[in-house]
C-alpha cells in the first residue's frame, strides 16, 4: 500500500533535482518547477494521517488497556504469621493473601477466611457486585468491595482467568476474518493496476502538449490519492473494536473469524444440564402423607442423607439448610444403588429411594400415586420416603432451569433463529424443560459421544449451527459445529474447544455475540463501500478528466495527499461507533 506513496513522492524528488540541474544549467526561472515541497508536504500529511491513525487505533484497543491496568503490581501475604507485601511475580500457589476492603485482588483463588462482596463488573460485565463467602472462587482483577478476606492462591501469572482473557481479546484483535484476507487480495491487483493508470495518465498529459511539470503533476496525485490504506483498515479496526467491545461485556471471541461468521447462525444448539439449567439440582417439591409434617419429615430426610455425596442427596440436605432446620446425627446407614437408601434415625427405620425401593420392602405407595404422576410429568426425579415400613412422603428433586434461559430463547426468535436442545436425558424430561424455555426442538436421549455427529447431521441440512455447552462431554460438539459458543463456569476443555466463551454464564449473550457479530460486519462493509468509493471517485478526478473535459479543478498532489490521510481517518472514525453498540 506505501508504495504508491513512495513512487509519488520519489517521482516528486527525482524531478526536482533534476530542475534544480535545470536552473543552473539552462533556465534560471526553473526553481517554478522544483517540486520539493510537494515532496515534503505529501510525506508530512501522510505522516500526519499516519499518526491520527495510531491515536484512532490506540482507542480500538481500549479493552486490552483496561484490562491490563485491573492486574494490581503488589499483594499482601501471610509469611511466618506476619503480614508481608510482595511483588505479584513473587506470588506463589498456595500463598495466602490478604485482601482489604477497597483493594483489588491480586490472582485467582479461594477464600478460607472472612466474607465480603466483589466488583466483577470489568471481567463480566457484570454492574452488580458477587457475594463471597468461605470456599468461594475469587478472580484477580476484581474489586473487593466491603469485608476484609483471606484467600489462598490457587493460579497465578499466566494461568489466571485475566491474564487468560487478556491473551484472548489479543489473539483475536491480532487474527485476519476471511473479509480482511479479500481486501489483501483487492490490494495486490488494486496497486499494480494504479501505478498503470497513473503511468498512462502521465504519459497522456505529456503527450498532450501540456508539459513535463503538469504530467508529473497528474501522475503523482493519482499515485498519492490511489494509496488503499483506507482499505486496509477497513476490517483490522472493526475487529478490534468489535472484540474488544465483547471483552468489556463479557463475550470472549477467539478470533476475527468467529466474530465474522457468528451473524450467519441460523439455528443455536443448546446442551441441557449446566447451560439452560443450573446443573445443581435442587429439592422443588415435599409432600407428607401420614403422621409426619413437611417439616419434620425434611429434618430426618436431610438428617440420614447428610452424609451421602449423591446429587439427590445434596438437594434434600441444601433446602434444610436454607429453612434453617437442624440436621441431628443417624445411627446406622446403608446406600443401595439403583434403589435409593436405608437409614435408622432414633430408632425409626428411615428409607429414601424409588419405586422398585419400595415395592421390595412390600410399602404400599398407592395413596401418593397422582402426585408422583405429576411430579413426573413436570420433567422431576420423585424419590419416595418411607419410616417403619409406611410412606410417609414423597420429595421431588429437579435441575431448575436458569432465570434468564427463557428471556435468552425469545431473544434468539425474535432474531429468526431456530432453537434445538440436545441432551442425554429422557424424552419426557428433556420436552418438559423444552417446552418451559419455548425451545423448537428437542433431540433427547444422546449419549455423549453421539453429540457431535447430532449437530453434523443439523449441518448436512444446510444449517448454519452454533453449539452452546459447558462440559468435557460438550467439547466434540462444539469443534463441529460452526460457532462453538462455551459457558465460561464450564470445564477448561470445553472452553478449549469453543470460538466464543460467555463469561457471565447468561444465555443471553448468545444473543448479544450474534448481534455484536452483524454489526461489525456492517461496519465493516461500510468501510469497505467508503473506500473503495472514495478511490473510485478520486482517481478520475486526480487524473486530470474533470479539468480536461469540463474545465474543472485540478488536483494538487499535497491535496490529494491531505484527502488520502482524511479517508483514512474517516474509515476510523467509522470503526470506533462501534464503542457505542449495546450489546444487550
Known amino acids: 500500500m506505501d508504495s504508491l506513496i513512495a513512487i509519488g513522492s520519489t517521482a516528486a524528488v527525482l524531478y526536482g533535482i533534476y530542475a534544480t540541474f535545470g536552473i543552473v544549467i539552462v533556465d534560471p526561472e526553473a526553481h517554478m518547477d522544483l517540486y520539493y515541497e510537494s515532496a515534503g508536504a505529501i510525506i508530512t500529511l501522510i505522516l500526519f494521517g499516519k499518526l491520527l491513525e495510531a491515536k484512532t487505533k490506540g482507542q480500538t484497543s481500549s479493552a486490552i488497556k483496561k484490562l491490563i491496568r485491573l492486574q494490581p503490581k503488589k499483594a499482601k501475604i501471610i509469611e511466618n504469621g506476619a503480614e508481608k507485601e510482595v511483588l505479584i511475580e513473587n506470588l506463589k500457589v498456595g500463598d495466602i493473601v490478604?485482601?482489604?476492603?477497597?483493594?483489588k485482588i491480586a490472582v485467582d483463588g479461594r477464600i478460607v477466611e472472612g466474607a465480603t462482596s466483589v466488583d466483577e463488573s470489568m471481567l463480566t460485565g457484570e454492574s452488580l457486585p458477587v457475594s463471597k463467602k468461605v470456599g468461594d472462587k475469587v478472580v484477580g482483577g476484581s474489586i473487593n468491595k466491603n469485608g476484609?478476606?483471606?484467600f489462598e492462591a490457587t493460579e497465578i501469572g499466566k494461568n489466571t482467568v485475566l491474564s487468560q482473557i487478556i491473551k484472548l481479546v489479543e489473539e483475536a484483535q491480532g487474527s485476519k476474518a476471511p473479509i480482511s484476507r479479500m481486501a489483501d487480495i483487492?490490494?495486490?491487483?488494486?496497486?499494480?493496476?494504479?501505478?498503470?493508470?497513473a503511468i498512462i495518465t502521465g504519459i497522456a498529459w505529456f503527450l498532450s502538449g501540456s508539459g513535463l511539470v503538469t504530467a508529473l503533476s497528474f501522475f503523482i496525485a493519482v499515485l498519492v490519492i490511489a494509496c488503499p490504506?483506507?482499505?486496509?483498515?477497513?476490517?483490522?479496526?472493526?475487529?478490534?473494536?468489535?472484540t474488544g467491545k465483547g471483552a468489556e461485556n463479557g463475550i470472549l471471541i477467539k478470533s476475527g473469524e468467529a466474530l465474522e461468521t457468528a451473524y450467519k447462525i441460523k439455528t443455536v444448539v443448546f446442551d441441557k444440564t449446566g447451560t439452560i439449567t443450573k446443573g445443581k439440582p435442587i429439592l422443588t417439591n415435599l409432600i407428607a402423607y401420614g403422621k409426619y409434617n413437611e417439616n419434620k419429615l425434611l429434618k430426618?430426610?436431610?438428617s440420614v442423607e447428610n452424609d451421602s455425596e449423591h446429587p439427590l442427596a445434596e438437594a434434600i440436605v441444601n433446602k434444610a439448610k436454607e429453612k434453617n432446620i437442624e440436621i441431628k446425627p443417624y445411627e446406622k446407614f446403608r446406600a443401595m444403588p439403583g434403589y435409593g437408601i436405608r437409614a435408622t434415625f432414633k430408632d425409626?427405620?428411615?428409607?429414601?429411594?424409588?419405586?422398585?425401593?419400595?415395592?421390595?420392602r412390600k410399602i404400599n405407595v398407592e395413596i401418593s400415586q397422582k402426585d408422583y404422576d405429576i411430579l413426573l410429568n413436570e420433567g422431576k426425579t420423585p424419590m419416595y420416603i418411607s419410616i417403619d415400613n409406611e410412606l410417609a412422603g414423597l420429595v421431588a428433586v429437579a435441575d431448575v432451569i436458569k432465570e434468564t434461559s427463557k428471556e435468552a430463547i425469545e431473544k434468539l426468535k425474535k432474531m429468526g433463529i431456530k432453537t434445538v436442545m440436545l441432551t442425554g436425558d429422557n424424552e419426557k424430561t428433556a420436552k418438559f424443560i423444552a417446552k418451559q424455555v419455548g425451545i423448537d426442538d428437542v433431540i433427547s436421549e444422546v449419549l455423549p459421544y453421539q453429540k457431535s455427529q447430532k449437530v453434523k447431521e443439523l449441518q448436512e441440512k444446510d444449517e448454519f449451527v452454533a453449539m452452546v455447552g459447558d462440559g468435557i462431554n460438550d467439547s466434540p460438539a462444539l469443534?463441529?459445529?460452526?460457532?462453538?459458543i462455551a459457558i465460561g463456569n464450564g470445564t477448561d476443555v470445553a472452553i478449549e474447544s469453543a470460538d466464543i466463551v460467555l463469561i457471565r454464564n447468561d444465555l443471553r449473550d448468545v444473543a448479544g455475540a450474534i448481534a455484536l457479530s452483524k454489526a461489525t460486519i456492517t461496519n465493516i462493509k461500510e468501510n469497505l463501500f467508503w473506500a473503495f468509493f472514495y478511490n473510485v471517485l478520486g482517481i478520475p478526478f486526480a487524473a486530470g478528466i474533470f479539468y480536461a473535459f469540463f474545465n474543472g479543478p485540478k488536483l494538487d498532489p499535497m491535496i490529494a495527499a491531505f484527502a488520502m490521510s482524511f479517508s483514512s481517518v474517516s474509515?476510523?472514525?467509522?470503526?470506533l461507533r462501534l464503542k457505542f453498540f449495546k450489546v444487550k
Open 348 to 360: 425409626k427405620e428411615v428409607q429414601i429411594g424409588n419405586r422398585k425401593l419400595m415395592e421390595n
Open 186 to 197: 483487492v490490494s495486490a491487483y488494486f496497486v499494480p493496476i494504479v501505478i498503470g493508470i
Open 300 to 302: 430426618i430426610a436431610a
Open 479 to 484: 469443534a463441529q459445529a460452526n460457532v462453538g
Open 229 to 242: 490504506c483506507a482499505l486496509g483498515l477497513a476490517t483490522p479496526t472493526s475487529i478490534m473494536v468489535g
Open 148 to 150: 476484609s478476606i483471606r
Open 98 to 103: 490478604i485482601v482489604k476492603p477497597g483493594e
Open 571 to 575: 474509515v476510523l472514525g467509522n470503526a
